[in-house]
Structures are given as C-alpha cells and as structure tokens.
C-alpha cells in the first residue's frame, strides 16, 4: 500500500491524551473494590465533617463532572482542585477525581503530590494501599520509556508498601512486576506475576496477560499493545491477549472516511492474500449510526472481524485520533508498528511478522482473517 508520499487521513477535534500503555496499566488502573475494606477495624480519627453539605463544594464537584464529560480536562482539574479547597484540603472524592485526571493528562508529577497527600489521609492499611499503588503508578509514568534507576527503585519501594498494607492489591501487584522487570529482576517480577495471577480469575482482562508474563517476564519490558476485548458485528468476543501465536492487525476507519475508503480495497485484499495465516483482522469504526455502518460492512463484503468503537473508547487506549490508521501486532503482542493516512505499507510489514510467527510456531492453527 506503499503509494502515496502524503498521506491522507481524517481528524477528529479534542484535546491529545496521554495514553499510558506500559504493559496493561490502561486495563488495571483502579484498586480493588471498596466492598473489601469492610474487613478494616474501625479508623480511630476523628470524625470529618461531611463537605457535600456545603453548597460550594457541591458545585465545584458538579462542575468538575460535567467539565470532565466534556473532555474540558484543564479546567476540571481547577474545579476539583476548588472543591478540595473548600473541603478543607483534605477532601478523598475530590482528590481522587484529581489524581485520575492528573494521570490521564500526563501530569504524572502533580499525581504524585495528589497521591501523597491520599496517603496522608488514609483513614484504614486498605486505603494506604491504594494510594501507596497510586504514587507508584504516577511515578512509573512520570519516568516513561527510560529506564531509570532511581525511579523505578522509588516505584518498586510504592508498590511494595502497598502490597504490605494489602496483599490483595492486584494493581500493585501486576505494576510492581513490570517493575522489577525493567530493573532486570526477573525471578522476583515472574513472582509477582504469579501472585497478582492468584488474587484475579481467568474472566479478568489482565488474567491472559499477567500468565504471559508470569511466563516469561521479560515480555513486560517490551512495548505492548493495550489489551482489550470487545464484542464484534457477529456477536463474537475478540480478546487481544487471546490471539497467542498470531498477528493482528487494527485498521481504524470510518464509512464517511474519504481515504478509508480508498483504503479499503487494499484491506480487502489482505484479507483474500492471507487467508488461512496466523493472521487476524480487527476494523475498528468510528460511525456512530449503527444502520450506516453494518449496512456498508455488508455492501463491501468486509468479513473479517468487525467493531463499531462509536464512544471513541478503543481509540483513546491506542491514542489515535485521526484515520485510517494502522497497528501491528506481533504474535507475543508486542505493538511492532503504527501507520497513518493512505499509502501505509501494511503488506510488508504483515508478510515479516507472519514468517516469524509461523517459524516459532508452526503448529498454530489458520484463523479467520475474513475468508475462508
């Protein structure tokens, strides 16, 4: 598809969000349910009062609901930001709300603060863990892709504190493995994988990929594709992390995309040209009438795997914002490459990481790529 030096693509408008996809931090992101503190003694502190009786407060939090809604990030933040303030500083709703928006914004040193600041207020060792586990979390994301010592050493030191307050704390848990991955401790982090493996169910979505690791830790280290699963056109369930042994490719688009449909022919004969290959295609639609959309998968005979992704949820973990665009997924779900705009070479780079899969594994059986 290499045939255009200016690519074309569709934008969307809105504000670029960090997507943070080291291993399955997306996926993992929140604590355990609350349900589980009911097990703490009760805190010895005194009682707080209750700032949903104040009027101000009340607002500020509304305020900063709506303007969340909105993708109005910066200023929610101000108006969570307001509403602890009136609370006294001290306020876990609104600091909560807070570190969310901080992390998803990629203000991962101001989360650190916010993450303090919760654990400072921990009334019971259940909520000290989950702010102990956000701390670790802001720090690993403040340090990014670098490897560096005294970041993940301060991460580890977070997420240990918060698996002695909570053995249970599956984040922490699953997080404290990446870690100590990437400080090439690879006995400890296959550990840690087997204990966060322990504490969730094979239904987890972070089951599959915590086994892999717990397998072979040193798969943490690489840049892995964020795990998913969704329900296609067919009713089918597609789960990323259960295309062992195959590659995928994720092809965004859309019916009233100009160059998407420019495209399209050349997906379709990927489709025909690799049928019967360790191959599977997942289209990802950004339509939002869902009549259009299934009647112009039919029309173009688009079999293979099909979603309609109309709340941009998809999209946001894989930070596109703009189409057609173009992941590939090596068959250890190792993100191998991003493409934008018509003229990608997706045929090269797929015909490569085939011919690796089906070396590793030449048993893998053909999986449906949209023909028989």
């Keep these: 598809m290499n045939r255009s030096s200016s690519p074309l693509v569709c934008q969307v408008a809105g504000i670029v969000i960090v997507a ?18 009911t097990t703490i003694p009760a805190t010895t502190q005194p009682t707080e009062p209750d700032p949903s009786a104040n009027p101000k407060y009340v607002n500020a939090m509304a305020d900063g609901k709506k303007l969340e809604h909105d993708r109005q990030y910066v200023f929610a933040i101000d108006a969570y930001k307001k509403a602890n303030k009136i609370a006294g500083g001290k306020d876990r709703s609104s600091l909560n709300k807070l570190f969310d ?39 690993y994301g403040e340090m990014g892709d670098k490897n560096k010592a005294d970041k993940l050493e301060a991460a580890d030191a977070a997420f240990k504190a918060a698996i002695a307050d909570n ?54 280290t690489a840049k892995m594709a964020p795990p998913f699963t969704v329900v296609a056109l067919d009713g089918s369930k597609f789960n990323l992390d259960e295309m062992g042994g195959r590659v995928v490719l994720i092809d965004f688009w859309a019916t009233w995309c100009g160059p998407c449909n420019e495209e399209l022919p050349h997906i379709q004969k990927i489709a025909k040209e690799f049928a019967g290959q360790p191959l599977v295609i997942i289209s990802v639609s950004w339509d939002r009438d869902e009549a259009k959309w299934k009647e112009f998968v039919n029309k173009h005979e688009m079999t293979w795997v099909q979603y309609r992704d109309a709340d941009h949820e998809l999209s946001k973990r894989f930070d596109v914002n703009a189409i057609p665009h173009y992941f590939t997924i090596d068959a250890d779900g190792v993100l191998t490459a991003e493409m934008m705009g018509s003229g990608s070479d997706v045929e090269g780079k797929l015909k490569k990481l085939i011919a690796k899969a089906k070396a590793a594994k030449p048993a893998v059986a053909s999986v449906v790529t949209g023909s028989e």
């Design 20 to 37: 943070i996809c080291f291993g399955s931090i997306a996926m993992i992101a929140q604590e355990p349910a609350a349900s589980s503190a």
């Design 101 to 139: 928006l901080q992390m998803k914004t990629g203000g991962f040193k101001d989360a650190i603060g916010t993450a303090s600041i919760l654990e400072g207020i921990a009334r019971n060792p259940f909520e000290k863990s989950g702010a102990e586990g956000a701390r670790g979390r802001a720090i």
């Design 167 to 220: 053995p249970k704390n599956v984040t922490a848990l699953y997080m404290d493995g990446l870690v100590l991955a990437r400080l090439n401790q690879m006995d400890a982090a296959g550990e840690r994988f087997k204990q966060c493996l322990s504490c969730i169910g094979p239904n987890d979505p972070v089951y599959t990929r915590a086994e892999h690791f717990a397998q072979n830790p040193a798969l943490s």
